[in-house]
């Protein structure tokens, strides 16, 4: 078995705020996600990262930085919080051969104000 | 083209009762659907997949029946229980390996 753990659970920003989102698994699996949640809607894909080097934009990744710092961890940065934003964010991991089936944290709620 | 749609958003059910909840998809070439259950504060668990080649697949109370030619799949949840109660995810893999996900269908199970 193993957990992913996000940090911050809870983050409010101000609006044109640069703020950093962080995942660690301890899986030790080779991909890892980016999923940003809205009410009522699906995840959508902001970035994933293949393997320990590699770095790729889903269809959400404008607005988004992400960094792979090593394998267990992956970073997202969010460049200039929007006002009244309101999403969860959740990251998610899998091995490589088998990335149909991802392991998601429990999310970063973020609300700028 | 990349859409999956579910339906109903939202379904209650009382205890005991057969939970169903639909989803479809337009990309011929989507061939892997697991179905993901969130919980409230939670993030999303797989729950049951299938993929393109199988037209039903069985895993305790719950089953996926899957008709490739109508581009749909159902997930049933059989003598549904309060603790059923969730957020339910369609999703469908693309030829690019990502998963296009659906907008839930969230459950209510009355006791």
């Known amino acids: 078995g193993g957990i992913i753990t996000q940090t911050p659970k809870f983050l409010i920003g101000q609006e044109g705020q640069k703020l950093t989102l962080k995942c660690q698994q301890n899986?030790?699996?080779?991909?890892m996600y980016w999923y940003r949640q809205d009410s009522g809607k699906g995840l959508r894909l902001i970035y994933y990262s293949i393997t320990e080097n590699d770095l790729q934009k889903g269809d959400l990744s404008e607005g988004y930085d992400a960094s792979r710092e090593k394998k267990s961890s992956f970073s997202l940065t969010v460049t200039s919080a929007q006002k009244n934003e309101m999403a969860v964010f959740l990251c998610a991991s899998s091995t490589r051969d088998s990335q149909d089936t991802q392991y998601f944290g429990p999310g970063t709620r973020l609300l700028v104000l | 083209q990349q859409q999956v749609r579910q339906s109903p958003q939202s379904l209650t059910v009382w205890e005991g009762e057969t939970a169903i909840l639909n989803c479809s998809y337009e990309?011929?070439?989507?061939?892997?659907f697991p179905w993901y259950q969130q919980f409230p504060g939670e993030g999303p668990a797989l729950l049951i997949s299938i993929r393109s080649v199988s037209d039903k697949k069985e895993d305790g109370r719950f089953t996926i029946f899957f008709n490739k030619r109508e581009k749909k799949l159902s997930l049933h949840i059989t003598d549904s229980q309060p603790g059923d109660s969730a957020t339910y995810f369609c999703a469908a893999r693309a030829s690019n390996y990502q998963l296009i996900w659906g907008s839930g269908t969230k459950l209510i199970i009355k006791p």
């Open positions: 990309d011929s070439t989507f061939n892997y």
């Open positions: 899986f030790n699996h080779d991909t």
